[in-house]
């Protein structure tokens, strides 16, 4: 019989699908970590957003959710990568789909991997530095 061995509260980085047939993918923060063990004895590591989802966890459907190795299933998955520049438009693009503004989903974005602390690749850093000095001196240019 399928069991939670452990509830963990750990802030991390989450990926999900806006709709169904998206080639992109949005990211969130869930605050819970959901330690399993199937019936065959496998540990999965489920994601919980808040306490009102954690109390209303179904373990089957997390097992048969995380099952799916395509990652398809409306279902938040662990991001268990470095998010590289690819992920991070990857993200962006599916914040937009799922109807923010470009502006908006760039910052739901950089908001969910600061509240993480979901590490990025190098060239992700010096990319976002590239575009903070932009920022910067848009923000500084007098008339």
Known sequence: MARILNV????????????????????????????????????????AMDDFELKEFDIDEAIMKLSDKTQS????????????????????????????DPTSAFYVVLDSLIRSRHPISDDLQKRLRNVGDKIEKLLNTKE
């Open 73 to 100: 299933e409306d279902c938040f998955y662990a991001v268990d990568r470095i998010v590289d520049d690819d992920s991070f438009d990857c993200f962006v693009n599916g914040e937009i789909e799922e109807g923010n």
């Open 8 to 47: 963990i509260h750990l802030p991390h980085l989450v990926s999900y699908k806006p709709f169904k047939d998206s080639e992109h993918r949005c990211c969130t923060v869930c605050n819970y970590k959901v330690m399993i063990e199937t019936d065959e004895e496998t540990i999965l590591a489920a994601s």
